[in-house]
């Protein structure tokens, strides 16, 4: 609020005094993400998961889905763009103090921020803050290679390789479970070519049949599980003659 005073005087000293007051309201232009997908601004998680039920078209690659900012002091017709990752910007235009683009992602942590161009052509861009986002557009997937399912053996050591489609540098969680007395646990991380080795695993209750189940987790908290059964027999078998 501003409070200007006018002070007028004649030739014989006479004044007069004018008060007026003014208030004021500055507002700045701004973009503000309003839409992701499905979820409406303030949005409730930091990062915001997208996961499968969230694809606008599941028929096609990366995940499909729509983003929507609203603009205030922004002219129609100006320029907005979306920055995925820091890349290149997608561009559209202001419509009636809004835009949408159509995004499509791989899986993995993303993040975005939009901008409008104030001014015409040679304006500066004014941005939103930036987003943070985690794709999960595949189910993940473990299987254990090796040893194979019903494998009977009398070494009381094995290795196991598992493979998962959860990326390089990921964690596989094996359990290796003997029959109720508890389990040991165990964990490899997944090289360039989505394998994880458990070496020197051992079977330490006896003889008797081993579950061994391996265990995956997403980025988004999807988890997907194998297991196998392997037999240990450390006892020798006994011959007996019965004839003649």
Request: hydrophobic share 40%.
């Amino acid at each position: 609020a501003f409070i200007l005073t006018f002070t007028v005087s004649d030739e014989l000293g006479n004044e007069s005094e004018l008060v007026v007051n003014i208030t004021g309201q500055y507002s700045e232009a701004s973009v503000t993400v309003t839409q992701i997908d499905g979820y409406t601004a303030p949005f409730e998680t930091d990062p915001l998961v997208l996961n499968l039920e969230d694809d606008d078209n599941p028929d096609v690659d990366l995940l499909q889905f729509s983003v929507t900012i609203a603009t205030s002091l922004v002219d129609d017709g100006a320029v907005a763009q979306l920055v995925i990752d820091s890349g290149l910007p997608m561009e559209t235009t202001v419509e009636s103090g809004t835009a949408s683009w159509n995004v499509a992602l791989d899986n993995g942590p993303h993040t975005l921020m939009a901008q409008a161009q104030l001014g015409g052509t040679s304006g500066a861009f004014i941005s939103s803050s930036t987003y943070n986002l985690i794709i999960a557009w595949t189910a993940p997937t473990v299987s254990i290679e090796d040893p194979l399912d019903g494998l009977w053996t009398n070494i009381n050591v094995i290795d196991v390789t598992a493979v998962s489609n959860i990326g390089e540098g990921k964690t596989v969680t094996l359990n290796v479970n003997g029959g109720g007395e508890g389990r040991a646990e165990y964990t490899a991380e997944l090289d360039a070519d989505g394998i994880a080795i458990f070496e020197n695993i051992e079977l330490a209750q006896g003889d008797m049949p081993y579950v061994l189940l391996a265990e995956v987790e997403d980025l988004a908290g999807n988890i997907a599980e194998d297991a196998i059964t392997v037999n240990l027999d450390t006892v020798n078998p006994t011959p007996v003659i019965t004839s003649p």
